[in-house]
């Protein structure tokens, strides 16, 4: 796991673009503290910062050299089919001109490179793992750059002008003096509506993101982008069998996807919370691991919030070395000024990844497993629900009768699912298509047109894709997946993971998001999926991995307790941050201050994330001097 940068111009300033790439390179030292290195020719410069997990030798460090100096990689993340493909390389193919790979070392650095040697950019659908490289051919003067399948690595880039920089933060771009620091003002639009920016946008004009399962080739000045891979094609299922030998397929897959991922020369950990997706991974850790697991869970004051007795039970029946994080709002207001500095593209969620990441990496944990994924994949949100039973109710289309409901509730409607009932029913066609990005706003319609001076659309990218997502009616389940794990799931939930946990030079990684496994759930069709208990397809799929009340006990999530924070221990800190966003030329001060006041007087309709990704998004423009 690293961090990579790179800069490709057809007019070298040397001088210049040297000391951008080393400044880049600098700025991602959190990312790989174990060594540096750039490298440049007369027209591609490219750095790297490395953070040693696999084959921790020099000979893997880079900038990595293929054999006769043509080729240059920089590359982060893992391959965890690197051994079975390297094997591959060193074998000469029958009837075929392609030469054994003779291997210098044990990395899979190396196997990207020699894969890309064999196989061309075509390499990509080889891997299995979380990755985002750059290969830079110095004869042909072609720069490759690649990104995973599902977004677990990030790939930033600022093209402009024949010239193409990239880097595996936003900060390293901003870093480089090479771009300009404006602000998007259609991405602040979306970032106020849903807490994020979905790629392949980002909040800076100019600035982008290489999306998921996406090649950009970039030659003389121009640039082109292809995909390789796309998750809506799975959708469909392959063949008529039983529920029980679907649940030992996903049992195979997932376990396999597990014992894949704990390849490691480093200490490895995972994050424990005590819920289903965490405790099955952790269960199916023990199960394969010929080590004893440490396990990390946060826990709190405020025993609402507190998830610390369930990661204990899990703790104790796979005997895992546990380490319980006690948070107080004290604890938390000392650290949240470097969680805010460690937030690399504005999110406003995330600061609990920083802390169990800080809390980890301190027990001298290197790389650690997550549950993430989980929910998305196997229909673990209520709104899995909400969808499929909208999708069922078309007598809720017939005028009088949405008119009672609307009424009904109209007249109840003191929540934010109130507010967003009435906006369902207010479409001129209510199923789970229109509804969807209405289940993800932070701000009723009216709200959120009183923020902003100047009105965009916020829900463009989310209805593009909707849809693309098309599936028969047997698989309205993975449809909601589809549009989870390609808004909320990537967006948000993947980018904090990345930048909150290599903030810290934390590796994680996340079973549940192996493409294989990924790929045969979203072909299970809804009689198999709905979740008439707990995410029933996983849980009868690990068998009595889970005891019972673990199964069955109230969701919570992995939270902290905002509400009470912001309205004590961090009130005077928000404050302050609102009153200077109210003074943005892009929003409506009068606006910004009724929603501060609103929260503080318990309106039920502004909840504290409506607040913090404001507070967050100021702080973010203040310490990256943006100009707006």
Known sequence: MCGIAGIVSQQVNHSVHHQAIKNMTQEMVHRGPDAEGIWNDDICFLGHRRLSIIDLSESAHQPFLSQDQRYVLVYNGELYNYKALKLELQRAQHGSKELPYMFKTNSDTEVVLAAYLRWGKQCVNYFNG??????????????????????????????????????????????SGLIDK???????????QYATVHAPHTILQDVM??????????????ATIQSYWNINDFTKSKED???????????ELLTSSVEKRLMSDVPFGAFLSGGIDSSAIVGLMSKVSSEKIQTFNISFDEGEFSESIYAKQIAQKFNTQHHEIKLTPNDFLKQLPEALHAIDHPSGDGANSYIVSKATKKEGITMALSGLGGDELFAGYDIFKRYYELEKKGWLNIL??????????????????????????SLDTINGFHAYPINRKLFNPKDFCSLLKEQHHADLFIKNVIRKSETDKKHVLSRVSLFEMQTYMQ??????????????????????????????????NDDYKYPHTPKKLLVDAVGDLLPENIVNRPKMGFVLPWKEWLKDDLRDFCEEHMIQFSKRSFVNRESVLIIWNRFLNQDPKISWSRVWHLVVLNHWINTHQIEC
């Open 491 to 524: 967006n948000v939930l993947l980018r904090d993971a990345d930048q909150m946990s290599m903030a810290k030079a934390l590796e994680v990684r996340v079973p549940f998001l192996d493409h294989k496994l990924v790929e045969y759930v979203l072909s299970v």
């Open 241 to 251: 069998i039983s529920y029980k030998q679907t649940c030992q397929n996903v049992n």
């Open 400 to 425: 009088p009768a949405k008119s009672i409901v609307g009424k009904i509730v109209a007249a109840k409607k003191k929540s934010v699912q109130g507010d967003k009932m009435a906006e369902i029913l």
């Open 130 to 175: 979380m990755f985002a490289f750059a290969i830079w051919d110095t004869l042909d003067k072609k720069l490759v750059i690649a990104r995973d399948r599902l977004g677990e690595k990030p790939l930033y880039y600022y093209l402009k002008n024949n010239v193409l920089l990239f880097s595996s933060e936003m900060r390293a771009l901003i870093q």
């Open 209 to 222: 993101m290489l999306m998921p399962g996406h090649i950009l080739e970039w030659q003389q000045g121009a």
């Open 182 to 192: 404006k602000i998007n003002l259609k991405s602040v639009a979306e970032y106020v």
